[in-house]
């Protein structure tokens, strides 16, 4: 029997713990209780836009020990204590911007240590002005990858304008309750972050990250709908054929998820680069940290490429395994980054 078509393609599958096993730290010899890994810490802001007059929670993860207690002290980037604790809120009020100052970036960093450990970690958020509707106004040049305005796709053209390519592909109609509360969680997480600074104008397609929600018709009348009835409504008007179109060019599973997959490129046929997360099997809550997180750590990203991408891969699964709601194992399958080499 000849060999498939695409036998010069060699399929790699990066499974992040299975890549850590292979560096020998000095403490792999030693017992299972004393066992340790160097200190690490990710850190994201609740949002990545704000306006004047607000205020914004920070978060820190670290790995945490049983001997070891962790401390966390915020503090902006003049140096002045914001507060300690792994979550805190940073109030920015006392920012103005100029006349002629339509944005700015503002730093805060968090010092985390674990007994003779030490480590810090920077987040960055774009103070703006409030437009018509919360629309942020040309903040370009100074903001991670953004979020794009909301996609939804009626038809099957998928245009060539932005870094990221992010999908949420629900395999089938939800037959069971708990199955259709994590769609809904899902479309929620992603409505969120729509309103979250999402609406960009002027924004430089190659920093974006554009979202993309398969529907069978636009939804009218959702300009003044919260989070929950945008989700009702554009999962009663979610189109599963292009769905299982999109799935299929992805290499998915049609009877898993749901699934965000994110592609350098508008998803067609087994794209080259790809990250994939399997929400199958996650509570509804689990859903909704999964989303709004990964998409918090890819709006850190200025611009995208393979480094990008499996920059953010692996950060985001370091998140979810420092928050330890799900077994390793389980992980590997959860979270993937696939590179097919030509």
Not at 182 to 190: D, H, K, Q, S
Not at 286 to 299: M, S
């Amino acid at each position: 029997m000849n060999e498939p078509s695409r036998k010069n393609k060699l399929k790699i599958f990066v499974f992040f713990a299975i890549t850590a096993l292979l560096i020998s730290p000095a403490w792999a010899d030693e017992p299972p209780e004393q066992q340790t890994s160097p200190l690490e810490v990710i850190c994201l802001a609740e949002h990545f836009v704000v306006y004047e007059g607000e205020r914004v929670a920070l978060n820190a993860w670290a790995q945490a020990r049983a001997d070891k207690e962790i401390t966390y002290e915020w503090t902006d980037s003049k140096g002045k204590p914001i507060a300690h604790g792994a979550t805190v809120t940073w109030d920015v009020s006392a920012e103005k911007l100029g006349e002629n100052e339509p944005k700015r970036s503002l730093r805060a960093g968090v010092s985390v240590a674990r007994g003779d450990e030490r480590q810090r970690c920077e987040v960055e958020v774009i103070l703006a002005q409030r437009g018509p509707n919360d629309v942020v106004r040309d903040i370009r040049g100074t903001a991670g990858a953004l979020e794009a305005q909301r996609r939804l796709l009626v038809g099957t053209d998928q245009e060539a304008s932005a870094g990221l390519y992010s999908y949420l592909l629900f395999a089938g109609r939800p037959s069971k309750e708990i199955e259709e509360q994590r769609y809904l969680n899902a479309l929620r997480a992603v409505f969120d972050l729509f309103h979250d600074g999402g609406l960009v104008n002027n924004e430089r397609p190659f920093r974006l990250n554009m979202t993309h929600v398969p529907v069978e018709h636009e939804l009218e009348g959702e300009k003044g709908w919260d989070a929950l009835r945008w989700a009702r409504e554009a999962l009663m008007a979610y189109n599963y054929g292009r769905a299982s179109q999109l799935l299929a060019a992805a290499d998915l599973d049609e009877r898993g998820g749901p699934y965000l997959v994110a592609t350098l490129e508008p998803l067609r046929e087994n794209p080259r680069i790809r990250t994939v997360v399997n929400l199958g099997g996650k509570t509804p809550e689990q859903v909704t940290f999964w989303v709004k997180h990964f998409k918090w750590v890819a709006a850190k990203e200025r611009s995208w490429g393979k480094e990008a991408v499996a920059r953010v891969t692996l950060e985001f699964r370091n998140l979810i395994s420092m928050v330890g709601s799900v077994a390793p194992k389980s992980l590997d399958q959860s979270i993937k980054l696939v590179i097919i080499s030509q």
